[in-house]
């Protein structure tokens, strides 16, 4: 049976949404490379944009003169893809997920980019440090968003 | 139109269809919600929108469609949407956007189910 490959990756590109597009690019690959099908490397590609976007937006107030260094890591049992920045931190304590049920109801928009991570991948956390880090994890053989 | 997402619209039957190519995302949505605001600021509030080369939308698109549907209610309309690929749709599926938004697995279907409809509203809550 062919051997799965591992290994490392990283890019570091300005915090402009005009790179969003690369990132993903680089996210679905490796997420490819790792073994997952279209329909997962789709998922994990879009909570990448998420997770850059959130950095921009967010961290970073929209400034598009800072850098973002999107890592990928291939293991045995997992690729985790971590998006690396300098800007204000998140932390898990921070994250608050949208009820869907009242957010359709609703009709709010907005808020739904941490949601998305978190379905579409198999754990998300936002560690602080030096550099700050939105680190996802998608495990070979578990998919618990569907689809 | 930036890099990345064109948009070209055009009067079919009962709905001005909307043929969105490329991807929606934070850089690109701005120009998706100028096409979406286009078209309601010349009362077009029947609208459907075809997804056929539509590669991916990000939470900034789906906020403009949150952000325009109930202004289309209001006015008797609907937002429709059809021929998306499976990344388009799981996303619509797993965020149960699919219960707000009538999705058609191809734009003639959608067209015909308008055949006949009054001008009462037909977008289901």
Known sequence: MKELPTGAIQVTFPSD??????AITV??????????DKAIASKVALATDEAVTNVIKHAYDGRNDKLITLKAEITPESLTVKVVHTGKALT???VKL???EKYLKAKKPGGLGLYIMKQF??????????????QMTKYRLVDKSGG | MAAGLEVHATQKDEAKVLYINGFIN???VQDFERSIQSVLSEQNYRILINCKDLEYINSSGLGVLMGV???IQDNNGFLYLSDMNDTVFNIFDTLGFTHLFKVFDAEVEA???????SDSAVNED
Not at chain 1, 17 to 22: A, E, F, K, L, S
């Open chain 1, 17 to 22: 949404t005009v790179y969003v597009h690369m």
């Open chain 2, 26 to 28: 934070a850089h690109t």
């Open chain 1, 92 to 94: 898990n304590e921070d």
């Open chain 2, 69 to 71: 549907i109930e202004e």
């Open chain 1, 27 to 36: 996210a679905s690959n490796a997420a490819t490379i790792a073994g997952f």
């Open chain 1, 98 to 100: 949208p009820n869907m």
């Open chain 1, 121 to 134: 991948m198999d754990e998300v956390d936002f560690l602080v440090g030096k550099e700050h880090c939105c």
């Open chain 2, 111 to 117: 067209l015909d189910s308008l055949k006949g409809v």
